[in-house]
């Protein structure tokens, strides 16, 4: 393998190693929570009543891992592209763009963390969220557009706007009495669980397919829609 292989694992390495175990400490605080806050309406509960505060800080954690990872994912085949076809000298501004687009998105999230008002949540929400979708637009990016519904960039989105938007409202939770945005969160991060589900197997096939950079020039010839590819050429004599 070379460098530019040990590159690609970055990010399906970060994911297994780092994402994937947050989710389930996340979904287990949020499942003793929940069973905390009913066991209270019937008397007092057993649990902890700190499994509420660890949910809402390590939940944090998973919302900016989530989007760091998906800003990662982009990173690699963006600035592939880039090295590749020599874009820094053909064309520099668009270079600089997207390193600035990197950055802003990266300074939204951290500005959306900081944030206490619900307009500035907001604008920071959106300004992150767009800077993903503008990233993930870029030439280099494999969205596998003729299948949507099963491509591992469009779930990645979603799943990464879930998170924001998780983040963006955790102050509406704690003040809303009717527990309106209480409910919001719970139904959209139960999509968010399945979504996640779906970028593990996405992420597993989208692995199997992508080749390593030396088998690249011949893979590549390859009639995928019919599934043939051309005959070795013979040993030389």
């Known amino acids: ?34 069973q905390r806050r009913l066991q209270n309406k019937e008397g007092k509960s057993k649990i902890s009543p700190v499994v509420g505060k660890e949910h809402v800080q ?42 600035l687009m990197f950055a802003a998105t990266i300074a939204s999230l951290i500005f959306l963390y900081k944030a206490r008002q619900r307009l500035w949540r907001g604008v920071f ?41 998780s983040l963006a409202i955790i102050e509406d939770i704690y003040k809303d ?21 779906g970028q593990g197997m996405t992420g597993t096939r989208d692995l199997l397919e992508i080749p390593l950079s030396w088998q690249k020039p011949t893979i590549y010839q390859c009639d995928f829609a019919n599934k043939t590819c051309p005959s070795p050429a013979p040993p030389k004599s």
């Open 1 to 34: 393998m070379e460098i530019a292989d040990w590159t690609a694992l970055i990010h399906p390495a970060i994911a297994v190693t780092f994402v994937f175990p947050l989710i389930g400490i996340v979904v287990h605080f949020a499942w003793q929570t929940r």
């Open 58 to 99: 390590i939940g944090k954690w998973l919302s900016a891992a989530v989007v760091g990872v998906a800003l990662i994912g982009l990173a690699y085949p963006i600035f592939g592209h880039i090295l590749e076809n020599n874009i820094g000298s053909e064309n520099p501004f668009q270079v600089v763009f997207i390193v």
């Open 125 to 165: 929400a959106t300004l992150t969220g767009a800077g993903l979708v503008i990233l993930g637009f870029q030439e280099g990016v494999f969205r596998r557009d003729n299948e949507w519904y099963w491509s591992h960039y469009y779930i990645g989105i979603a799943v990464a706007m879930l998170m924001i938007f």
């Open 177 to 197: 009495k009717s527990n309106r945005w209480r409910n919001v969160h719970i139904i959209l991060n139960c999509i968010a669980l399945l979504l996640f589900l």
